[in-house]
């Protein structure tokens, strides 16, 4: 007597036409008759794929036996199977926007009922967010519109590969015109202001580092002492601070962690510093030194730099928090962390620094991206030297 099957065992065989065919019990009908599904497919492993995709919605606990799954039971299959993948900092993003912008508006539609219109409603509401405490009163969020874009259309790709749709109705949707932001920069005066209100400031070092190496938000906060050569002045930029969100477990944790990759290779760079800042951070390694031996401490070059107050690493969120409290201080109107990053690239070519010298310090993929950054705060005479290129148009004719 042959082997009873458990529920969604399910079992594969191949027609006499030479295609696979899988079925599998999906629960009961109200009158009691068992409700089987069943999947086709010209590959023995491609039936077996679609059979897997059904297995994972019924131990997930959706319900297949009444209909078609809601966009919301989709997005969660869609993360768990298909995005596990991803980077920590993209995988937080993905759930944020799942949770915010789209299951909101769009998450208790059928799958196989969704529509463009739909679609673009929801994504007009995160275009038009003002969550973002950065924005001004009129404008439009054009980043958050193409992030949420991006998560439903790649979980609609993967419906219509799995045959649960026919059609992807993201193809259709219209999309908002790209804005050139404004790049918001210290002028000198600003500068000397804001140098001079950091003054007394526990953070102090921290934030100038910001300001003459450019550094993104996250870079600074897991740097170690061994990532700084005071010998050949400069910083190795090879790692970052990350927070990672996990909505789809019970309670929602906040975790940093290191992670030994960057934005992109040339992310991972050293930067050349000024022997202003090698004198600062030289201070603060020594007052460091001295503190952990007042304690009893053994030092290591694999201490933070700039550890919080418990020596742990410091939250972002507070970076940026006391980054404006100490330019209200200083009398400057508005600006934000990215500000620095601006200041410093500005400074540089104030400098008449070479652009690629500058886009590599910058962790910049290549000198396009910094020249089409920073086009409108380089001096004339930068200008006109970049418009030069434009006479290779001529000499290949």
């Known amino acids: 007597m042959g082997k009873r099957r458990a529920n969604n065992e399910g079992c594969i065989t191949k027609r006499k036409d030479g295609k696979w065919m899988a079925r599998i019990k999906v629960g009961r009908r109200e009158d009691g008759e068992v409700k089987y599904s069943y999947m086709y497919a010209n590959t023995q492993q491609a039936v077996i794929e679609r059979m897997n995709d059904l297995k994972l919605s019924l131990n997930m606990g959706i319900d297949v036996v009444k209909g ?45 009922k969704l529509e463009t219109g739909q ?15 950065t924005k001004t009163k009129n404008e439009k969020s054009t980043s958050l519109f193409f992030k949420v874009y991006s998560v439903i259309n790649g979980a609609m790709k993967q419906a219509v590969k799995n045959k649960m749709v ?11 015109p790209e804005e050139r932001k404004e790049v918001r920069v210290f002028t000198l005066e600003e500068q000397r202001a804001f140098e001079m209100a ?15 190496t450019g550094a993104r938000l996250g870079e600074l906060p897991a740097l170690t002492w061994k990532d700084i ?29 290191v992670q030994d990759y960057l934005k992109s290779k040339s992310s991972k760079r050293k930067v050349y ?49 006391m980054f404006q409290r100490i330019r ?17 690239a500005t400074r540089c070519f104030e400098s008449d620094i070479d652009i690629k010298v500058i886009s590599e310090q910058l962790g910049h993929k290549n000198v396009k991206t910094t020249y089409d950054t920073y086009v ?5 005479k930068k200008k006109l030297e970049m418009e030069k290129l434009n006479l290779l148009d001529q000499l290949v004719v």
């Open 198 to 212: 950091l003054t007394g400031e526990t953070y102090r070092v921290l934030y100038m580092t910001y300001l003459y």
């Open 376 to 380: 409108h705060v380089m001096p004339e």
């Open 119 to 133: 679609i673009q409603y929801m994504l007009e509401q995160a275009y038009n967010s003002k969550k973002n405490r």
């Open 328 to 344: 209200d201080k200083a009398g400057i109107s508005h600006g934000t962390m990215h500000t620095l990053r601006h200041t410093y």
């Open 68 to 112: 078609d799954i809601t966009v919301e039971q989709w997005l969660k299959v869609w993360m768990e199977k298909y995005k596990q993948n991803l980077k920590p900092t993209t995988k937080t993003s993905y759930y944020n926007n799942i949770r915010l912008h789209i299951n909101p508006f769009i998450g208790g539609v059928r799958l196989n």
């Open 273 to 321: 510093i000024t022997n202003k800042l090698v004198d600062i951070l030289k201070e603060e390694k020594e007052r460091q030194q001295l503190a952990y031996a007042e304690f009893g401490w053994e030092w290591s070059e694999e201490n933070l730099v700039f550890p919080s107050g418990a020596y742990t690493m410091l939250d972002m969120r507070n970076i940026q928090t």
């Open 166 to 176: 026919k059609n992807n109705p993201c193809d259709d949707i219209v999309f908002p």
């Open 229 to 257: 050569n005071f010998d050949m002045s400069y910083i190795d930029l090879n790692k970052k601070a990350v927070v990672v969100h996990d909505y789809y477990k019970e309670g929602k944790k906040t975790d940093y962690q």
